[in-house]
């Protein structure tokens, strides 16, 4: 089975990009994406939209096409705030689902967020 195409965005935030720079060109990014943005309005059990704000806190890099998957690692991640009984098999799907949007720790170091450029001398910018 042939593996998984990694998206352009996790390629340039990791260095593949540069390790293999004929692997991705030509690949395009869908546009349009956006940010992930604020919770959806039907996250409405205690700690749901805690945990959202927690996944995009930690998470910088997710967007807008990642709503869905977190919007379910909320809700887990909610009982386990909540301090509700939490089952292996629900941490392993929480653990799961952070290792695909790269939440664990071995991807989060792959991970690699572009400086802030924002130059205090407007002149910076041309030198």
């Not at 990014?29 to 939209?49: C, Q, T």
């Not at 998470?59 to 869905?68: G, I």
């Not at 695909?100 to 910076?124: F, H, L, Q, R, W």
């Amino acid at each position: 089975m042939a593996r998984a195409r990694v998206p352009l965005s996790k390629a340039r935030a990791t260095g593949r990009t540069l390790k293999n720079p004929k692997r991705f060109s030509g690949r395009e990014e869908p546009s349009g994406l956006g940010p992930l943005g604020d919770p959806p309005k039907w996250l409405g059990k205690p700690h749901e939209r805690e945990a959202w704000r927690t996944l995009a806190d930690d998470l910088p890099w997710l967007n807008r096409s990642h709503r869905t998957l977190v919007a379910m690692a909320s809700g887990l991640l909610a009982r386990q705030i909540g301090g509700e009984e939490v089952g292996v098999k629900a941490l392993n799907l929480l653990r799961m689902m952070l290792n695909s949007m790269g939440g664990s720790p071995s991807d989060a170091s792959k991970v690699v967020m572009p400086a802030d450029e924002t130059p205090d001398d407007p002149a910076a910018r041309y030198f």
